[in-house]
């Protein structure tokens, strides 16, 4: 069955940086590769929204109100994938799921929180 752990979340000051990280069980590293993988955020009040994405390619997009503070990375051999967080902002604060588009389904991660503020 496969399960996602997310890791990194926290307090963090406006301005300041966090990792956040997904590791993936329950496939094996070359399905894992050639899947896509995304992170979501949901804030209090909001609707769920994509933040980046990253494809079994490398190729990733990013949502406007993240472009050039985060960046979505990879680590096949470790079924894992990242999120660098970097200038962020207290309207960053939610809680953020990564997604795992499976061969045959869709799996999400139980979400961690972040948290910017002074």
């Known amino acids: 069955q496969v399960q996602l752990v997310e890791s990194g979340g926290g307090l963090v000051q406006p301005g300041g940086s966090l990792r956040l990280s997904c590791a993936v069980s329950g496939t094996s590293e070359r399905i894992f590769s050639t899947c896509d993988m995304d992170w979501y955020r949901q804030a209090p009040g909001k609707q769920r929204e994509l933040v980046a994405g990253?494809?079994?390619?490398?190729?990733?997009n990013y949502a406007d109100s993240v472009k050039g503070r985060f960046t979505i990375s990879r680590d096949d051999a470790k079924n894992t994938v990242y999120l660098q967080m970097n200038s962020l902002k207290p309207e960053d604060t939610a809680v953020y799921y990564c997604?795992?588009?499976?061969?045959?389904?869709?799996?999400w991660g139980q979400g961690i929180q972040v948290t910017v503020s002074s």
């Open positions: 997604k795992y588009i499976g061969v045959s389904a869709d799996y």
């Open positions: 990253i494809v079994s390619g490398g190729g990733t």
